[in-house]
């Protein structure tokens, strides 16, 4: 099942299949180490959703929602 990051719920893990959006903001996640095949798990989310805390490639990141809604995400079926 493909989801967006930005729906994730906290415990949540699944593997990056795609980045959208273009220019300056596509690269930027790119270079976070935001690329296709990798594994994501949400560790925290802000109450309001905005802040969300990840764990990509062995190091802690913090994504805005509206970066993380471009990153389309393949979740295992529970």
Same mark, same amino acid.
């Given at each position: 099942?493909?989801?967006?990051?930005?729906?994730?719920? +906290? #415990?949540?893990?699944?593997?990056?299949?795609?980045?959208? #959006?273009? #220019?300056?903001?596509?690269?930027?996640?790119?270079?976070?180490? +935001?690329?296709? #095949?990798?594994?994501?798990?949400?560790? *925290? *989310?802000?109450?309001?959703?905005?802040?969300?805390?990840?764990? +990509?490639?062995?190091?802690?990141?913090?994504?805005? *929602?509206?970066?993380?809604?471009?990153?389309?995400?393949?979740?295992?079926? *529970?």
């Amino acid at each position: 099942m493909q989801k967006k990051l930005s729906a994730f719920e +906290i #415990g949540e893990t699944g593997r990056v299949i795609k980045v959208e #959006g273009e #220019g300056r903001v596509r690269r930027r996640l790119f270079d976070m180490g +935001i690329t296709p #095949g990798a594994e994501i798990f949400l560790r *925290k *989310k802000a109450p309001l959703g905005d802040p969300l805390e990840v764990s +990509i490639r062995g190091y802690e990141l913090t994504l805005r *929602k509206d970066e993380a809604v471009l990153v389309v995400m393949e979740v295992e079926d *529970k």
